[in-house]
């Protein structure tokens, strides 16, 4: 079965360091899909990323980066130089794409609170 | 574009009483979802739909019902409302994917009910 977790519940750093939030997973499937979204506090859902289990390059967009391991099933995100605006919810999400339902699986989140 | 839309965005309900919440998208997506949001718990899967005129049950069904009657629009029914059932509920919609390929769902900005 597939599974999300998302083992850091919450974690405060001041303003400018970086900070990593961590996502392992488990599929049993070869091909599937991995996902990042944050919540801001104003509540909607903002999709980030979307990566492939063929993909293993890291991606870099502006101050956010992932890492996606396969070897390790992790698939973990980085912000670099971190700004107050940062501050939210962020989901890890994981979808096995076998069947036609096409189901995201999501971690429960890690709130990320960025200090001035 | 409005993307996904959500009415209503606030809502109060008695014990016993019922309510639909509906969902509508412009980006002909094929799949549309319902999820539920409790603190600590991240997003469930509550009922999604393949296609108009399909729904499906996901992780926490019980007390719910939909309907896809058309492509742009997903309904999510609640005929006796409990206590349990105060949440924040999130629809989402995602392109059709062929066999092995997942795309990223885009969310409404949510529905909070409140049950007493």
């Known amino acids: 079965a597939q599974k999300v977790t998302q083992a850091q519940t919450e974690i405060s750093v001041v303003e400018k360091e970086d900070v990593t939030l961590d996502c392992v997973y488990e599929?049993?499937?070869?091909?599937?899909?991995l996902f990042w979204y944050k919540q801001p506090p104003s509540g909607e859902l903002v999709f980030l990323i979307r990566r492939n289990s063929f993909d293993e390059q890291n991606e870099i967009s502006g101050r956010y980066s992932w890492n996606f391991q396969k070897s390790t099933s992790s698939f973990n995100f980085t912000i670099t130089a971190s700004q107050v605006v940062d501050s939210a919810v962020y989901f890890c999400a994981l979808s096995e794409a076998k069947n036609r339902d096409d189901k995201i699986i999501f971690g429960k989140g890690t709130r990320l609170h960025i200090l001035p | 574009n409005a993307g996904v839309t959500q009415t209503p965005k606030f809502r109060v309900l008695k014990t016993g009483q019922s309510m639909t919440l509906l969902c509508a998208q412009d980006?002909?997506?094929?799949?549309m979802y319902w999820y539920r949001q409790d603190p600590g718990m991240g997003l469930r899967l509550i009922h999604y739909?393949?296609?108009?005129?399909?729904?499906a049950k996901g992780e926490v069904p019980d007390g719910y019902n939909v309907s896809r009657l058309k492509k742009q629009n997903f309904l999510l029914g609640l005929e006796s409302a409990a206590p349990s059932q105060t949440s924040v509920y999130f629809c989402?919609?995602?392109?059709?994917?062929?066999?092995?390929?997942?795309?990223?769902?885009?969310f409404g900005p949510g529905t909070r009910l409140t049950v007493t």
């Open positions: 989402a919609s995602s392109q059709y994917g062929v066999m092995g390929v997942s795309y990223e769902q885009y």
């Open positions: 739909s393949v296609g108009e005129g399909t729904t």
């Open positions: 980006m002909n997506h094929e799949y």
């Open positions: 599929t049993r499937d070869t091909t599937y899909y």
